[in-house]
């Protein structure tokens, strides 16, 4: 088997699947509230998104190449795509070790079940607020309810779980330290993310950017914590507090992690990317059964690879995040 890597050892052992465009919630960081458009890239409105035989199909490809070991579904927001519970079922048959997804949580409790039964193995649940008036600033919608019992319901049967808190100066900061309470009482994993760069936000994060640095000395006020050394290909620098409970920080911006990222991009329409940083998309719909042509393709995606974060134009609406 030919071995996809860079210079700097990079490989792609994680497929981060984007299943569509679309999203339940208008989060500020995902949704320009000025401009309806920037839901909209490229006009890939036009192109017809992949069906669930389509997206198996190109997993297959890719896995017999690159032998992942996860798949992550992503969105937009997931549990919308229609045919999620043959997806994932389709996918665990083809022998990958970890399939998770990454979700609002709105729609969780009615399908946490029917999810673990068909094969998904971690949930990651997008909590920004646990007060109702902060989480409809950021969300737009009154949700949160919903969210709270659907994290309930995973936990219930038995999916592991992961809260994820992207940390927004003046809109949720005020929120790290009820976050981190409740997944201490809870006992699930937290990580809280820094602001990207990406979509609306491409050109104007900065006054909202709240860094590694102040989401630990918020946390220092009630919580003495250590520092744990970061797994490799891991996103997540994880810290200890005085009683053994661990949580995370993403910091994509302080503290770039991109050396040793082995990730992947699938969109809905059949692109794939690199990097997150890569705005150009690589389609590969018409060498899913031409290895050598494959291959090529792979190789210039894992020449997209930056080694810190530079911004995208894209939105998570349209790549995940």
Do not use: W
Request: glycine share 6%.
């Amino acid at each position: 088997m030919e071995i996809i890597e860079d210079i700097y050892g990079r490989s792609f052992k994680t497929l981060r699947v984007s299943l569509l465009n679309t999203c339940n919630l208008a989060c500020s960081y995902c949704v320009d509230p000025n401009q309806k458009e920037s839901l909209k890239y490229n006009n890939k409105k036009e192109r017809k998104s992949l069906s669930t035989n389509e997206f198996i199909t190109i997993i297959k490809a890719l896995h017999q190449i690159l032998n992942f070991e996860t798949v992550r579904f992503t969105g937009g927001e997931p549990t919308l795509y229609k045919d999620l519970l043959n997806l994932t079922m389709g996918v665990a048959q083809l022998g990958i070790p970890q399939i998770k997804m990454t979700t609002n949580g709105v729609t969780l409790q009615k399908n946490a079940k029917l999810l673990k039964e068909a094969g998904l193995s971690s949930i990651n649940v997008s909590l920004d607020a646990l007060d109702e008036d902060i989480a409809f600033k950021i969300s737009k919608r009154h949700k949160i309810t919903q969210v709270l019992a659907g994290v309930d319901a995973a936990l219930e049967v038995g999916i592991k779980l992961k809260l994820n808190c992207v940390v927004i100066r003046g809109e949720n900061d005020s929120q790290i330290i009820d976050l981190l309470d409740y997944a201490i009482k809870n006992q699930i994993s937290i990580r809280y993310l820094e602001l990207m760069q990406m979509g609306h936000l491409y050109h104007n994060f900065e006054q909202n950017f709240f860094s590694e640095a102040e989401i630990l000395e918020v946390i220092s006020k009630k919580y003495a914590y250590k520092s744990i050394q970061r797994a490799d290909f891991s996103t997540t620098k994880y810290f200890e507090l005085g009683n053994g409970f661990q949580f995370g920080i993403i910091s994509n911006v302080s503290d770039p992690f991109c050396n040793d990222c082995n990730r992947l991009r699938l969109d809905s329409y059949g692109d794939i990317y690199g990097c997150l940083s890569e705005n150009e998309p690589i389609n590969i719909l018409e060498n899913l059964h031409n290895q050598t042509q494959l291959s090529a393709k792979l190789h210039q995606a894992l020449g997209q690879k930056k080694t810190r974060f530079l911004g995208s134009k894209l939105s998570m609406l349209n790549i995940g995040g």
